[in-house]
């Protein structure tokens, strides 16, 4: 129970790992838990969210903090910013500008940004009428 066993690259951090890669949805944690499990039936939820806290701590992952709903994770890394759903939790990729650095007063050195625009998309703006 030493806090070195959760720094082992363990199967489970690896299959985690190939979850997030190779997909652009920007799952929760729950539905990394799903689709783990359906490769490992015997996973746990525990486990699923540990490895993830620790793949976000070492920069192999992001963590994207939604306003009133549960994180999302996203294997791609590079500076990117977001877009959410309110309604259906829909979660896309946006590209940065160099103008996104701009509120930063003069001589501050930009070393990462986390742009999460949240809204309602185009199919629950036509839904609601
Ligand atoms: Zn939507
Ligand atoms: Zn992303």
Redesign the pocket.
Known sequence: MGQECGRRDTPQRKLIRTILGSC?D?PTAETVFERARAVRPHIGFGTVYRNLSVLADDGEI?R?PVPGGPDRF?G?VAD?G?FYCRSCGA???VPLTPDHHRPAPDGFSVEGLVLIVGGRCAACLAAEG
């Open positions: 652009h920007h992001l994207l996203d791609t990117h977001h979660f896309g990729d």
